[in-house]
């Protein structure tokens, strides 16, 4: 790489810094171009890596800014590269006007993810970490962003490296036992062998499952209004969401089916679904409506039964007919302003209910809703916890997937009797796929998809 690459590294919009990157073999000369130190002259030769120096940002005799430089040589820097960093004030207008200044004075416009690719490539980090720096930053949640600092600190490299291991392991005993037939030595037996590479496929499979059900959960996390008609769901939707989304009446019925929107909620990327009342109705379209209200209840993530608190109301049976649906739900006991004397969240939380939770609201008043809200997220985050999920990449979940079949492919030859020179061809391709999990990548086209979806300062 013997071009020099330079671009803007912070966020677009304005803010109290920015910062210009520029990354290769003359990135010191261009950026030495337009410094200007002060009090005496700084020779070029005298800036020290890792130091910040303050000066000025200038175009030929135009003073732009007042800016903070650092120089880091290269191979000690991020890229593995010269680099260079100038933090400036955060305009965008001086940001992209100091840019220019470089490109005259001999960059080129970083493309997406060359500063990590370059990175990459100087072996500064591997495929999966620098896959991660990605995922880091469009993170849209604390789940997403725990999954990818792991990654990011190597976990899946580390189990990549110790897999292959084993699998080099694997393949040395069965070339041995065939170049060595004719010795006196002593092998695992054929069963222990099998057991090995099925463990081996075991936490490939696993890896999957787990990639699988974390992917599930990075899609947005459904929330779902359920209850009765009129017991205020569309009021509390449109509460929630700071906006009118569903049409409020006091009809029972005015939503006949269900409404849904995503944002959002603490962080949490997640989909509140408004669903229509459930009741005893002959109407066919609202019946219909009430047939989907149960499946999206049923499916939901999240579930918040709304009751109207308001009404006179034997509480002790209510519970007890609608155990299922309170049963690990967040019941939202609506118009507690105006609370009949009948009710008494004890008479539902008395009957130890696994994972239920009562808060009082009044979508007239807003009293309880931050409460609830609150709730909804320590739902969330108790569905949320990394330590059992894992973050793979497209590309690995097709490699992984690659290696199971392999090893699945290569126990089914060893129970059928084949040769060890035709069931060692199969460890051989897995080892190939593992090695590609942590970057052995040979084709350019692969790795412009990869850092395509990084942004530019990247």
């Not at 005298?46 to 007042?66: M, V």
């Not at 350019?444 to 979806?453: D, N, V, W």
Request: aromatic content about 8%; some cysteine.
């Amino acid at each position: 790489m013997a071009d020099t690459i330079a671009a803007i590294s912070t966020a677009s919009g304005a803010g109290a810094i920015g910062i210009l990157r520029i990354s290769g073999p003359e990135a010191l000369q261009i950026a030495y171009k337009h410094l200007s130190f002060y009090g005496d002259p700084l020779l070029m030769s005298s800036i020290q890596p890792r130091f910040a120096y303050t000066c000025r940002f200038i175009d030929g005799e135009k003073k732009l800014d007042q800016v903070v430089f650092l120089y880091f040589a290269g191979p000690n820097s991020f890229t593995g590269e010269n680099l260079c960093e100038i933090h400036t004030h955060g305009n965008p207008i001086l940001l992209r006007e100091a840019l220019e200044c470089l490109f005259k004075s001999g960059a080129r416009p970083a493309k997406q993810g060359e500063f990590t690719k370059r990175a990459f490539l100087n072996s500064k980090l591997d495929l999966n970490e620098a896959e991660a720096i990605g995922r880091i930053i469009g993170a849209r949640s604390r789940f997403e962003l725990e999954l990818a600092q792991k990654n990011a600190f190597g976990e899946i490299s580390r189990l990549t490296s110790n897999l292959r291991s084993q699998l080099i392991s694997l393949k040395a005993e069965c070339e041995a036992e065939i170049d060595f037939s004719t010795e006196d030595l002593t092998y695992e037996s054929f069963e222990e062998r099998k057991n090995r590479i099925r463990k081996i496929a075991e936490i490939c499979n696993n890896l999957l499952h787990k990639s699988s059900a974390a992917e599930n959960l990075l899609e947005r996390s459904r929330v779902v209004l359920y209850g009765e008609p009129n017991t205020g769901k569309s009021s509390l939707m449109n509460l929630i969401l700071g906006r009118d989304r569903s049409i409020i009446s006091e009809i029972p019925g005015t939503t006949r089916d269900y409404i849904s929107e995503e944002f959002l909620l603490s962080g949490v990327p997640i989909r509140l679904i408004d669903t229509a009342g459930v009741r005893e109705t002959g109407d066919r379209i609202e019946k219909m409506g009430i047939e989907r209200s149960e499946k999206e209840f049923s499916q939901a993530d999240v579930r918040v039964l709304v009751i109207d608190v308001s009404q006179a109301m034997d509480w002790e049976k209510f519970a007890e007919e609608n155990r299922s649906k309170i049963e690990g739900a967040i019941v939202a006991a609506n118009k507690s302003d105006i609370r009949d004397p009948s009710w008494d969240p004890q008479f539902i939380l008395r009957k130890n209910y696994s994972g239920t939770m009562v808060v009082e609201i009044s979508c007239k008043t807003r009293t309880g809703l931050d409460a609830l809200v609150q709730k909804i997220s320590e739902k969330l985050q108790g569905l949320e916890s990394s330590e059992d999920y894992v973050l793979l990449e497209e590309r690995n979940r097709f490699h992984f997937t690659s290696i199971t079949r392999s090893l699945e492919n290569c126990v089914a030859l060893m129970s059928d009797g084949a040769p060890a020179e035709i069931y060692i061809k199969e460890i051989d391709s897995a080892l190939e796929q593992i090695g590609e999990v942590n970057g052995r990548v040979d084709t350019e086209e692969i790795l412009g998809r990869i850092f395509s979806k990084f942004c530019v300062g990247k």
